[in-house]
Each structure stands twice: as structure tokens, then as C-alpha cells.
């Protein structure tokens, strides 16, 4: 079979888990030619996708871990970003994120998620019908923002911006300018926000990757901007749409809905779930650094190797029934915040952010329906969500 993996059409317009279902059975390792003759090897099963991304030694992330991703950026972020750098230095910048991590300042985050996500659902419920996706949108938003440190005053600003920055593949190069502004307003942000705390640090991390140092030096500029980038990238987008994905999972499945509600225990199982349900990160790249072989391809060094999450995740050799969404499911060894060294740093804040969603959601909905059409993000990074128009029946 011959199917482009890259085309974001594939996302937006139709369903493409039976794709993912024939290469696992079909090309494990396939060979994927682009429109443009461009080739990728698309690793399609949990197992092969798990030995690639614990492999930082033959399978760099060094030049960029995403498709598409500008070359020039890739050259000046390298070995700075966190995403895109090799152990060892990648290590030493993670410790310098993860700092930030404070017992003080997550027990602070909880308190405000919980604000939030229950501002967000009343205003939705006092609104009768809404955009779930722009209710979804407003927690990690904040979150991301709180840990950074703006002000609550610029959060629209952010929440805007980030939107649009991350939201679909660009359709034009009107629309890709458009983008690249927009990401500029971000960045200027982050930097005026850097000098301050330079100025005056506080308990954020902004003040810790400012203050942070590597090797025995501070980080650059450039090494503190990419770093809160990919930050706010991964924080945000990412959450919104397991979020999104997560309430049509369980709209699909009332009986799911009526037993969390019914047995609160379960809410870890279950988030774990959505977050292998909905799968929101799409593909994670990786390089070879020299000529290999995985799931019997022949591979070459410098060939662009990438692992196709959401078909890792719905592997039958490692999931009972996957299509099946059940918030019981026990092991639940997804692969939805990646795995290896590039293990998502901020996986249990997302996981806290999910909990504290679906439970202020349970506390206060009766029952969620659909008032229009799903529709689907044209994105080969996020298989998310553009609309998910819904009504929230209160509780009473």
C-alpha cells in the first residue's frame, strides 16, 4: 500500500486508524515517500517504536524532532532546546527545568488549575452551548503561564497567540508569515519577561532557567526563549486536545462517564487512558547516526526515523481490544508522553490538569452532547481538534 503518513488532509478528513492498523501488520518500519520525494521510515508498532526512542546513541534528536521543521531554526536551537539536544548536555538542561518543579510550586498550581477549570465549565454551563475546545484551551494556558510567571493580565495575550501559533499546518505562505509573527510576539514576550527576572527572581521557572547554569554558565538568551517555546508548546497544546479528545471519548461511551462519576477511584486509569486514546502528539523524529537495521529495514545514517505514536498506542500485541476506550484499562503502558530520555518532563503536570478537568466536569455536568460537527485539526504533529461544539447539562 502506498499512503502518505506527512499529508495532514489524512487527519483532518478521514479516519486514519485503519491505516495505522494495516502497517503495523504490514510495513512495521515502512517507507514513507512525501509529495515532494522527500522519504521518512514511519515506525509503526509499540515495540519498534520503544527501541528507537530509549536509543539516543543511534537515533539522535539533534536535527529536529518533528517533520517539517525550518533547517535554519534546527541549526541555531540545536543542542539549546531541550527537545532537539543529546545526552549529556540534554540531561544537564533538563536538571535546570526540572528544579523549577517545586513541591511549593505545584501545591500552588492544583490551587489555581482548580479555579480555573471550574470558571471555565460554569461559564460554559451559564452559556448553554459551547466551543469545548476554547473551554479546554484556558487551563494549560494558565498553567503554563503561572509556572513561567506572566501576568494574569497578559493570559489572553498568551492563550491567543498560542492558539494560533501551534493550531494546524499552515495552508499558504500568507497564513505561514502570519505564524511566524505570531511566534515573534511569543518570544519578545518571554525575553522582556527573562530581563525582569533577571532583575528580580521569583518563585517561577522563568527564574530558574535564567538563573539555571550548565557546564558551569548560565544559559544564553537563545537557550532560555527556546526552551520556554517548547515548554509552552508541549504544555499547551498537548493537554488541550487530550482534553478535547478525552470528553468525546467519554460522550461516546456514556457508560464510561457514568462509571468514573461512579467509582472516583478509578480517575488515574482513566487519564491514563485518554491520554492513549486521544494520543495528541502525532509522530516524534529522530535521526540515525549511523547504518542500522529495525523491524528488518535497512536504514542509513542520516535517514529521518519516526515514531507514529498513536499507532504505537493501539497496538494489539500490547493492548486488549485498543480501539476500545475504557478507563479501566490496567497496564496502560502508552507511549503518549513518549519514552526514553526525552520522556515528557511535564507528564504529571499534565496528568494533574487532565484530573482536575474531568473532576470539576463530573462535579458539576450531569450529562455532555454534541450540538454540531467534530472536526479535526489538518496537523500531522497534533491529532487534535479544531471544534467540538457541545452542551453541558448541570447537575442538580
Known sequence: MHVDLSDPLLYRDSDPEPVWTRLRAEHPVYRNRRANGE??????????????????????????????SDPQVLAAAAGRMLNITDPPRHDKIRKVVSAAFTPRMVNRLETSMRATAA???????????????????????????DMLGVAPADRDFMVERTRFAWSS??????????????????????????????RVPRDDLMSALVHGEVDGAPLT?????????????????????????????????????YRLRNEPGLMPTAIQEIVRHTSPVMHALRTATEDTELGGARIRAGDHVVAWLPSANRDEKVFDDPERFDIGRDPNRHLGFIQGNHYCIGSSLARLELTVMFEELLRRVEVAELTGQVRRLRSNLLWGFDSLPVKFVPRT
Request: aromatic letters at 6%.
Open 221 to 257: 538568551v537563545q537557550e532560555i526563549l527556546y526552551n520556554c517555546d517548547a515548554l509552552v508548546s508541549g504544555g499547551n497544546e498537548t493537554t488541550r486536545h487530550a482534553t478535547v479528545g478525552g470528553l468525546l471519548a467519554l460522550i461516546d461511551n456514556p457508560d464510561q462517564w
Open 169 to 198: 499546518t499552515a495552508r499558504d505562505e500568507a497564513e505561514e508569515a502570519r505564524k511566524v509573527r505570531v511566534h515573534t510576539e511569543i518570544l519578545v514576550h518571554f525575553q522582556e519577561l527573562a530581563e525582569e527576572r533577571r
Open 39 to 68: 522519504c521518512f521510515w514511519a515506525v509503526m508498532t509499540h515495540g519498534l517504536c520503544t527501541d528507537m526512542l530509549t536509543d539516543p546513541c543511534l537515533f539522535s534528536s539533534e536535527n529536529g524532532m518533528r517533520l517539517d
Open 119 to 145: 470558571r471555565a465549565i460554569d461559564d460554559a454551563l451559564a452559556a448553554g452551548e459551547c466551543e469545548f475546545t476554547r473551554v479546554a484551551q484556558q487551563l494549560p494556558v494558565s498553567v503554563i503561564c
